[in-house]
Every structure is written in C-alpha cells, then in structure tokens.
C-alpha cells in the first residue's frame, strides 16, 4: 500500500508542499491519528479474542462510519459540512441492518 500511495502521489502531486504551508498545520492534526489509531489497535485487541475476528472488523467498520457521519455533520477536525439528511440517515439505518443480520447469523 506504501507503494501505491507512493506511486500516486509522484502522479498525482503538482509540487511539494512548502515548508510554510506545512507549519500553517494546526498542531493536533499531527497527533489526532496517532491517538485515534491507537485506541483502535487496543480495542481490537482487547474485542477480537471476545467477539471474534469478524464481528471485530463489523463493527469497527459500522463505528467508523457513523463517527465520520457526526465528524462531517459537525466540521470537525475542520472538515466541510454536510448536514444529516434522511437520505444519510436512512443509509446509515440500512447499513446497520445489515450489520446486524450479519451479526445474528
């Protein structure tokens, strides 16, 4: 995956970015994924001997999504916003059916 991403960027990027611009970063975004990668590890760490591995990866995938769902409906980490519509949450509803018929079988 290092390797794609890499390939994608030397495709895709127009320049680097200045040194400038990378200090215009505000300072949490820098340690916001570390801090949200590990609490992930030790939940899974903690749920897969419990739970199993898929229902493990089931629900950390239905928890990721509706935390990116409150994450864009509030703008945080200075995301845009996109309000929670009936469509969004109607989908979120059948994604989560899904989960849960996965879950019960």
Do not use: C, D, N
């Not at 995956?1 to 970063?25: A, F, G, M, N, R």
């Amino acid at each position: 995956s290092v390797l794609l991403l890499s390939v994608y960027i030397t495709i895709t990027s127009t320049s680097i970015p200045s040194k400038i611009s990378i200090k215009e970063i505000p300072i949490y975004l820098w340690f916001v994924g570390a801090i949200f990668s590990l609490s992930g590890l030790l939940i899974y760490y903690y749920a897969i001997p419990r739970l199993g591995i898929s229902q493990t990866i089931v629900y950390g995938l239905l928890s990721q999504l509706f935390f990116s769902a409150l994450a864009s409906h509030f703008g945080w980490f200075g995301m845009p916003i996109y309000a929670l519509s009936i469509q969004r949450i109607f989908g979120l509803l059948l994604i989560s059916s899904g989960v849960f018929i996965f879950s019960t079988q």
